[in-house]
Structure formats: C-alpha cells, structure tokens
C-alpha cells in the first residue's frame, strides 16, 4: 500500500466538493490490489466495474455513459477517494501540456523509478514525463 501522508478527513471533504464530472481519478492502489483486497465483501458489484474502467484519460461524465447515473458515479468516486484509493485529477489528453513540480525532485527518488521500471520494463520514466512536455 503506498505510503501516503494522513489525510485529515474535512481536507477530503473539500476535495470532494469541487469534485466535477470532467474530472477523473487516478488510483493510488493498484487495480489488481483494489479489486481483490479492499473492497468490502458487501460492495456493490457496480464498484468493481467502475474501478476497471477508470482510466487517466477518461473523465467521470464518460464512464457515467456506459454505466449507471452520472450522481452514481461520483458517489462511487467519492468512496475511492475517501478511502484513500484514488485521488482527483483532470484528464491526462495530447493536446495538453505538462511540466513537472519544480520540487519534483523531492518524490522522484530511486524507490519510485525501480517501481515504475518494475510495472512498465520496457519504459524510461524519464522518456514518459518528458513525452508531456512541449
């Protein structure tokens, strides 16, 4: 699990209220590991569906199309980010640009690029952010 700083509970529920249906979610647990760890045997299977389709590159108001309401979505979206499984963000797209945090070096330490070459062997970490970039 990753090891990520509390979060204080009102913080979350900021969040949650700018929540909008062009944002999407990125997990912060893997899907695999979500699926078949911390679910909640009671979970509605609509969860499940939703968290396998959630991609960086599609919004809510796209996956609200294939499955149920628009309001169910959020709501299962809420539950991922509440339960600190997914954090909110606007849809990665190619027409965009994007530059890394100038204290990106903070995080970018050897633990995450062996984890990223590990899940993506035959991807440069380094290649891949700079493909965001002009």
């Known amino acids: 699990m990753p090891n990520w700083p509390a979060l204080r509970p009102r913080a979350v529920w900021q969040a949650m209220e700018k929540m909008r249906p062009y944002h999407t979610l990125l997990l912060t647990t893997p899907k695999e590991e979500l699926l078949a760890s911390f679910l909640p045997p009671d979970a509605n299977r609509s969860l499940a569906s939703f968290i396998k389709e959630l991609s960086p590159t599609v919004g809510l ?74």
């Open 61 to 134: 108001n796209d996956l609200s199309v294939g499955m149920h309401s628009q309001g169910h979505c959020l709501r299962l979206a809420l539950w991922l980010v509440y339960n600190g499984h997914a954090i909110i963000a606007y849809p990665v797209a190619g027409n965009n640009s994007y530059t890394l945090a100038p204290l990106s070096h903070l995080w970018l330490n050897p633990q995450l690029l062996l984890e990223f070459a590990e899940r993506f062997p035959h991807l440069n970490l380094a290649q891949v952010l700079s493909s965001f970039a002009d």
